[in-house]
């Protein structure tokens, strides 16, 4: 973050925020808010394998993972997540959990094709960035394709576990939390549910996009569909691996790197994404206040998952 703001120009950043359009601000923060309703659907359809649930019944369980995430480093939001829908909706935590990480992937495969797409439209576009992708590519392409066979081969992968001759208490502890999370990937063998996913995650990330075009334009900059795309592509890779809190810095400091290839001054860049990120954790508190009053869940217990899912992780690395 320090290196993000070594050469802003504070007074005109304060100039900037003080005579933004707050209608503008206020219409991106529903669009961006409308994002989460299209996610809530998708994780439904991924989750429907395990069970099947009503229209939207798992959106504040989306939010508190988002939310958590807000507060807390390391992505512990994402084991609230899981901890809070497996507890809801009876199922298990690690099926749960399972679905997150596939959610995941699918919005890290739409962010590699986005990027490949959007370089054909923009030319000067840093090698350097282009190398970062070229390697997200092949790594979470490896994945993909692991949990794919991972999902349609379960008996195989648990003969190569008795392979390596572990104790018997070890070998059964990894063979269940290895069938419960095989569960939650069971949404690969429907091809329909695929389809959908699919559909949804470009949907939910043309909706940011949108949402960002209005953000940017409530401080006078005028960014296409396909620049803020672009920008969502970037900070949505550099937020994919555990950070602080919120992804504070991580945002702001690649946002505002994107931007300059579009010749965006330092200033106004760093200005308007810290406003942009400011606006995103806003939409993600209001939506998590709403979501523990209609769920009857405090902040503490939220807290308590989230420090119950760390302590059990440190009880199974001691054994």
Request: charged content about 15%.
């Amino acid at each position: 973050m320090c290196l993000c703001i070594r050469n802003i120009d504070f007074e005109q950043s304060i100039s900037l925020l003080i005579n933004a359009n707050i209608r503008l601000i206020v219409l991106g923060l529903f669009i961006y808010i409308s994002s989460y309703i299209v996610r809530s659907y998708r994780w439904d359809c991924i989750l429907a394998p395990l069970k099947k649930m009503k229209l939207f019944q798992s959106f504040f369980y989306l939010v508190f993972g988002f939310f958590m995430n807000n507060i807390l480093p390391l992505r512990l939001g994402e084991f609230v997540r899981a901890i809070v829908a497996g507890n809801k909706l009876c199922i298990s935590r690690s099926g749960v959990f399972a679905t997150i990480v596939v959610e995941r992937l699918m919005d890290v495969i739409i962010f590699i094709i986005s990027f490949f797409l959007i370089a054909i439209f923009v030319s000067n576009i840093p090698h350097w960035l282009q190398k970062i992708f070229i390697v997200c590519a092949l790594i979470f392409g490896i994945i993909f394709i692991a949990l794919f066979f991972i999902s349609k081969n379960e008996n195989k992968f648990l003969k190569f576990l008795y392979k390596f001759q572990l104790s018997t208490k070890l070998t059964e502890l990894v063979k269940t939390i290895f069938l419960k999370f095989a569960s939650g990937l069971k949404f690969f063998q429907n091809k329909k549910l695929f389809i959908v996913v699919f559909i949804t995650s470009i949907l939910v990330w043309i909706i940011e996009a949108y949402a960002y075009k209005t953000l940017f334009l409530a401080f006078g900059l005028h960014v296409s569909i396909i620049q803020c795309l672009f920008v969502i592509v970037t900070t949505g890779i550099a937020t994919m691996l555990p950070t602080a809190p919120g992804f504070i810095g991580a945002i702001e400091g690649v946002g505002m790197v994107t931007l300059q290839i579009f010749s965006i001054e330092e200033t106004v860049a760093f200005t308007s994404m810290v406003a942009i990120h400011f606006t995103e954790m806003m939409a993600i508190y209001i939506l998590g206040f709403v979501g523990m009053i209609k769920e009857k869940i405090s902040f503490l217990d939220l807290f308590n998952f989230a420090l119950k899912q760390k302590q059990e992780a440190q009880e199974q690395n001691g054994k």
